[in-house]
């Protein structure tokens, strides 16, 4: 069976006549008479009652009539949904994002993006930036937010931002809203991520472009217990702004910057695979990213 003989069968059944069903659907009789045959040798039963010029289902036609019915409807739903998704109106939108972005830049996103998007189902999965490319790769992800960038070939870019990085200390630290040079940094115990974190890979360029080796007294690679630390006295650490912009404002962590050189950045960027169909709903929400 085909839908075209579906169609036909349904219309014969309705209009009571092949002549009529033809002309509803803009068929020729013998094309809508070969429908309805079909059918019959493939079912092996008669669908329909020959009566004069008119046509009356058989017990069999009855029940083909219930099931074509149930068939065609299904198929006009999961056209209606699949235009939905192709839209980008529903459907699972899977992200990626390392721990920084997911505390402090997704969530805004999220909200505004669901609020204009109601029916699209978002999933987030976190790691550092070589595990989400990793799981863009495996297919698990379809858009990942990344700082540390890729030059895989499969792999496309977008930036989306820089965010400076700052360092901080204490409130009460002689350097407090101070300015150093870079080279100072050395005398200061810090509080960094472990190596392996990308912003820990970002930090240990900065340090060999300043030609400064850092004095890291301790490790740890959550965000908080690193602002935590630093508020309690135990040693300084470099940051991004946005992880450490509300302790700013609220007193409780101090700023110094830098003189001599421009402040250090890091770059944020949307990563998807290049050599494949991105669907509608992350390519709209990367549009929502980049606007």
């Known amino acids: 069976m085909d839908i075209s003989q579906l169609r036909s069968f349904l219309q014969v059944a309705d209009a009571g006549t092949i002549t009529r069903a033809a002309e509803q659907l803009y068929l020729t009789q013998p094309a809508v008479t070969q429908h309805i045959h079909a059918l019959e040798r493939e079912l092996g039963a008669p669908l329909f009652d020959r009566l004069g010029r008119g046509m009356r289902l058989t017990a069999a036609g009855c029940i083909l009539q219930v099931y074509a019915r149930k068939s065609l409807a299904a198929l006009e739903e999961c056209r209606l949904e699949m235009g939905e998704w192709l839209a980008g109106e529903t459907g699972p939108l899977t992200i990626g994002a390392g721990v ?14 669901k609020e204009s998007h109601p029916g699209v189902e978002l999933i987030v999965r976190t790691g550092r930036s070589r595990e ?9 992800i379809d858009l990942g937010l990344i700082t540390s960038p890729t030059d895989h070939p499969s792999i496309a870019l977008c930036s989306l931002f820089a965010e400076e990085i700052v360092l901080v200390v204490p409130p ?6 101070a300015a150093i040079a870079p080279m100072r940094l ?15 890979d970002y930090l240990d360029r900065f340090f060999a472009a300043s ?10 690679d959550s965000v908080e217990a690193i602002k935590s630390f ?3 006295g135990l040693g300084a650490s470099l940051l991004p702004f946005s992880a450490v912009q509300q302790e700013i404002a609220d007193g409780t962590l101090a700023r110094v910057t830098f003189t001599g050189i421009a402040p250090p950045q890091r770059e944020t960027y949307a990563a998807y695979r290049g050599d494949r ?5 992350a390519k709209q929400f990367l549009e929502l990213l980049t606007s």
């Not at 030609?211 to 740890?220: G, I, S």
């Not at 169909?277 to 709903?281: G, H």
């Open 100 to 113: 920084t972005t997911s505390i402090f830049f997704l969530p805004k996103w999220l909200r505004l993006f």
């Open 211 to 220: 030609q400064c080796p850092p004095n890291v007294k301790m490790e740890t």
């Open 186 to 200: 050395g005398s200061l115990p810090l509080i960094l991520f472990p190596h392996g974190a990308g912003f820990r």
């Open 132 to 140: 989400i490319v990793a799981l863009l790769l495996e297919g698990e």
């Open 172 to 177: 009460d630290h002689p350097l407090a809203g």
């Open 277 to 281: 169909y991105l669907c509608a709903t």
């Open 230 to 232: 630093v508020g309690a």
